[in-house]
Each structure stands twice: as structure tokens, then as C-alpha cells.
């Protein structure tokens, strides 16, 4: 992956297989456990349940992704995963990433969207409050480390 700072705003688009490698480093950088592997991302750049979103920009550039899962006859979709690259965050493109999941969602006639997160990861909290998700519960022990996790979820107008 070419160096940073982020120079030019970011732009959301699909993830393709040329993405691979930057996908796997950026989730074995952002996150400790409960890591996709090569595979799953492989799985999911090819499937109808699944959307992998890159932030990029430029040709070269990729600042960060998102994983949206679907599930068939359901208005429900969920952010699996959202990360940036350490050298770009605070740059607006983590937002960037969830509004454009949003996007996607509605597109596909969803009307919610949710996701989870550690109770300790405060930037992530507050960028899902600022994008307007409300906490709803909670699952006991969910990540892999026995880690309760949050569940947030946003209605799409
Ligand atoms: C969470 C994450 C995706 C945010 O991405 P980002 O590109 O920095 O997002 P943005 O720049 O759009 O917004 C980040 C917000 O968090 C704030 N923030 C950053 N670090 C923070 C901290 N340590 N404590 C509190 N808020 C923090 C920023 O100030 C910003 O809010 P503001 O614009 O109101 O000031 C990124 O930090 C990341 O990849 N973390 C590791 C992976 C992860 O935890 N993913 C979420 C799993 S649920």
C-alpha cells in the first residue's frame, strides 16, 4: 500500500479482487481477534449477501473498507465491518464509508441498518452516534476474547 496522507477526498466504490491484499492487510492492522480471513473476503466479493465497499482516492490509493451482509427476505442489513487505515483516520472517511452503506441498504429495499461494537472502541462509538445509530441492546460474549459487544442500529429513510 502506497504512503499517506490522505491528499484528495475520499470516493466509496465496490471492492473487486485487485483489493484483496489491501483488505486482508487493513483487517490484520485495525482489528486484534474476530478477524475475516482471505477467504471469507473472497467469498464475500463474489456474493449476493455480501457488499465489500473500498474508500480510495485515486487509482492506487485505499484509505478503508466496509462489510455489508444481507440476509434474503429481510429489511434489516448489517455493517459486519468498518475500518481505515491508522494513517487516514480522523478524515471524515469512516463516515464516508457507513453513509455509503446506507446508501447501499436503501438500495436494496432495506429499511434498517446494524452493527455491533466493543463498549471500549469510543471512536467508533461516537462516529455511529454522529451518523445518527442508537443503541439497542446487547449480546453477552460475543467477540472471540469473551467481549460483550454493543448493538447499534439506524433507520433508512
Ligand atoms: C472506527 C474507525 C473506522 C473510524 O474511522 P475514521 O476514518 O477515523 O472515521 P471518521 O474520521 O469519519 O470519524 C472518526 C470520529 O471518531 C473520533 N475519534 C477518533 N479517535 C477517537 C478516540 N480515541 N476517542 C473518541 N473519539 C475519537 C474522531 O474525532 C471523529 O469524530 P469527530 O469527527 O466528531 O471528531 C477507525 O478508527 C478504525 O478503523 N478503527 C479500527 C477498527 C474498528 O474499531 N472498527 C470499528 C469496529 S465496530
Redesign the pocket.
Known amino acids: 500500500m502506497p504512503s499517506l496522507p490522505v491528499t484528495a477526498p475520499a470516493r466509496v466504490r465496490r471492492a473487486d479482487l485487485s483489493d484483496l491484499d489491501d483488505l486482508v492487510t487493513l483487517e490484520q492492522n485495525?482489528?486484534d481477534g474476530d478477524r475475516l480471513s482471505r477467504a471469507q473476503y473472497r467469498r464475500h466479493l463474489d456474493s449476493d449477501s455480501a457488499q465489500v465497499l473500498v474508500a480510495s482516492g485515486g487509482r492506487h490509493d485505499f484509505f478503508?473498507s466496509a462489510v455489508l451482509f444481507f440476509r434474503k427476505r429481510s429489511r434489516v442489513a448489517r455493517v459486519y465491518?468498518?475500518?481505515?487505515r491508522p494513517e487516514?483516520?480522523?478524515?471524515?472517511?469512516?463516515?464516508a464509508l457507513l453513509q455509503a452503506a446506507a446508501a447501499a441498504a436503501r438500495r436494496r429495499g432495506c429499511d434498517r441498518l446494524r452493527?455491533?461494537?466493543?463498549p471500549d472502541?469510543?471512536?467508533?462509538i461516537?462516529?455511529y452516534e454522529?451518523a445518527g445509530f442508537r443503541r439497542f441492546g446487547a449480546y453477552r460474549r460475543y467477540y472471540e476474547d469473551g467481549t460483550d459487544a454493543w448493538r447499534y442500529e439506524q433507520a433508512l429513510d
Do not use: K, M, P, Q
Open positions: 485495525a482489528f478503508g465491518s468498518l475500518a481505515t487516514s483516520r480522523g478524515l471524515g472517511i469512516g463516515a452493527l455491533e461494537v466493543r472502541n469510543a471512536a467508533a461516537r462516529l454522529r
